[in-house]
């Protein structure tokens, strides 16, 4: 038996935001969500209660960081590796809502999460006797150069112990200098990932693939062993080393906000895969959580 295989901790890795979310009558709920939030919360729902799931991550020292982290715990997520910073806050984000697809306006300057690695000894325990780490192009995208860095060296320590990655590069080209600084970093984040689970959409527009095979096929080179492709409404790709499969979407009767979309469905995806699941299986299982996410306001679907 592998030193992987006894391991069973996750942790996710990046920032939550307070989210001010469209209520349909002109006004706005408050909620706390981001993208590797949503998919560590999404995965405590759906994994067995002895998988712990903890989110790393760094807040201020005021009430509605207080809040955040009382969030955090009420969901179940492990708090034991969220810093506190006492001259930083938490960033906020506000959701607009067009036929189904959301905009979005950040406030996020003084974001305690963009020095989430600047204390190597802290990614160091955070990452200790973890089974999977789960990370984002969004959770590269806060972080100075530097920072971006150590976090990467500190993924290549932890997988070097037998952790595996999961990375969803997550493409958001307002928060990095020029899409070429981006490109370069997700792809430089791709070479310590195990699981990379992009979206055709934003790679075709960025990277210039031209299907989702040539996504899948990309990452797979960049050292991948397990790539899954998500492509909206069209079927979804995998690639491993016992080759590429297409895999049907789930059908969705009507879509509400695709918040989260990708957020859910790498949280039912992994979840399953985690516990063993067939790989079709647990594109399925991913598909059918993100289909019921965007039949619904909001980020985070009870």
Not at 62 to 84: K, N, Q
Not at 112 to 135: K, M, Q, S, T
Not at 287 to 302: K, T
């Amino acid at each position: 038996m592998s030193a992987r295989s006894l391991k069973k901790r996750i942790v996710s890795v990046g920032e939550c935001m307070v989210e001010m979310a469209p209520t349909g009558e002109g006004t706005y709920a408050m909620g706390f969500a981001g993208d590797t939030l949503n998919t560590a919360w999404y995965l405590r729902r759906a994994l067995p209660a002895d998988r712990p799931v903890d989110y790393l991550t760094a807040v201020g020292t005021d009430p509605i960081s207080a809040r955040m982290v009382a969030f955090f715990e009420e969901a179940g997520l492990g708090t034991a590796h969220v810093a506190r910073l006492s001259d930083r806050t938490v960033g906020l984000y506000l959701i607009e809502l067009t036929n189904g697809e959301r905009s979005f306006a950040y406030w996020r300057g003084q974001s305690a999460a963009r020095l989430l690695a600047r204390d190597v000894a802290a990614l160091e325990a955070g990452f200790a006797e973890a089974a999977l780490i789960y990370l984002s192009g969004i959770t590269l995208a806060i972080l100075d150069p530097a920072d971006r860095a150590r976090l990467l060296e500190a993924l290549a320590a932890a997988r070097a112990a037998g952790s595996a990655v999961a990375f969803d590069p997550n493409l958001r080209p307002r928060l990095w200098p020029d899409p070429a600084a981006m490109c370069a970093a997700v792809t430089e984040a791709a070479r310590h990932a195990d699981i990379v689970l992009p979206s055709h959409e934003d790679e075709a527009t960025f990277f210039g693939d031209a299907d989702a095979a040539a996504t899948a096929a990309r990452y797979a080179a960049a050292g991948a062993t397990l790539v899954v492709v998500k492509d909206g409404a069209g079927p979804m790709v995998t690639l491993t080393e016992d080759g590429q499969q297409s895999h049907p979407p789930e059908r969705v009767q009507e879509v509400i906000d695709t918040t989260a979309a990708g957020d859910s469905f790498n949280a039912g995806f992994l979840a399953a895969h985690l516990t063993g699941a067939p790989l079709a299986d647990a594109v399925r299982a991913g598909a059918r959580l993100a289909a019921r996410v965007i039949g619904a306001r909001g980020a985070l679907v009870p």
